[in-house]
């Protein structure tokens, strides 16, 4: 049981885990590849202070080292799910689980929408993940659509199960609808037919409200108080998944603010518990 679980390791969800640390706490990063931040792609931030004509790239590696060389915990993946569980919540990461006391979604700005079909088919040949689900495809014909780093990889795990993998990625395609009647039986690309029995779509991230049953949105932003919290109990949320500007300065703050309220609501939590 880690205290503080933060889905995202970016600016924002570094700051919480250090933070919440500083408070006497365990924090567990979950994250994508930090190739996968939009981060990454940034060739100076000149506007963070201390750190002038940094790369996105080495701003990310420093923060992760500084979070690792502080004692935080690191889960490489997709969170899939968070589902609260009497007093704790259990994340789903992958086909790994990690079970934390309160969580802090600082899972960066979601600009996906679904794909027509997605949220139709999801658990009926729609799936997020291929080691959780490549099992029930072996021997069948699947498609992937690749948006992340790790999506290659994942589609040759595939293969190595004995799928038979279509796979997609930018420059295969752009549009996309999952077509079928109880089950996945189609995908369109680029307005192409393709016969498959599941698609899986592998993005770095899960939209929020996808991420947490209940979450308040507004529009694509979680809804936050002054001391970054949601509408759920527990449950905390910083950077640019709460909104503009989408800055590293301001992720950090906020991810300051949702270290401190974190780490207040687990000794709460601690303390009825005696
Ligand atoms: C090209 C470019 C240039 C920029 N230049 C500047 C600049 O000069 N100055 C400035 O202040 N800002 C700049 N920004 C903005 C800045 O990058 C963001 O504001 C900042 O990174 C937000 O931090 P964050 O932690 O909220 O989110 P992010 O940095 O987006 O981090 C979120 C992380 O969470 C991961 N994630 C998401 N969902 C999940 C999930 N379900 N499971 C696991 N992991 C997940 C993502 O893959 C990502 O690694 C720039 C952005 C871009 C794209």
């Not at 792609?41 to 979070?67: F, M, Q």
């Not at 968070?82 to 969580?103: H, I, K, N, Q, W």
């Not at 770095?204 to 209940?214: F, K, R």
Request: aromatic residues 6%; proline residues 5%; negative net charge.
């Amino acid at each position: 049981m880690t205290d503080v679980i933060i889905i995202g390791g970016g600016p924002a969800g570094i700051s919480a885990a250090l933070t919440a640390m500083h408070r006497g706490k365990t924090a567990l990063i979950v994250s994508s590849a930090p190739e996968d931040s939009p981060l990454w792609k940034a060739e100076h931030i000149d506007n963070y202070p201390g750190l002038p004509g940094v790369t996105g790239r080495e701003l990310i590696e420093t923060l992760l080292r500084h979070a690792e060389g502080s004692g935080a915990q690191l889960m490489r993946g997709r969170a899939l799910s968070v589902l609260p569980m009497g007093r704790s919540f259990g994340v789903s990461v992958g086909s790994d689980f990690a079970e934390g006391r309160a969580v802090i979604l600082a899972s960066g700005l979601s600009r996906a929408k679904p794909y027509p079909g997605e949220a139709e088919f999801l658990g009926a040949g729609v799936s997020y993940c291929a080691t959780c689900d490549g099992m029930l495809y072996r021997g069948k014909k699947v498609a992937v659509i690749g948006l992340s780093a790790d999506a290659p990889e994942e589609a040759e795990f595939l293969r190595s199960i004995g799928c038979e993998v279509e796979y997609f990625d930018a420059s295969r395609a752009k549009k996309y609808e999952i077509l079928g009647s109880e089950r996945v039986e189609k995908l369109l690309a680029d307005g192409v037919e393709y016969e498959v029995s599941c698609v899986f779509i592998l993005r770095s991230g899960v939209a929020p409200g996808s991420l947490v049953p209940g979450l308040e949105l507004d529009g694509p932003h979680i809804k936050v108080d002054a001391d970054m919290a949601t509408n759920v109990p527990g449950v905390f949320a910083a950077g640019d998944c709460v909104g503009a500007p989408y800055q590293v300065g301001k992720a950090v703050g906020e991810g300051n603010i949702a270290g401190i309220s974190a780490a207040k609501y687990v000794e709460n939590i601690l303390k009825e518990e005696k």
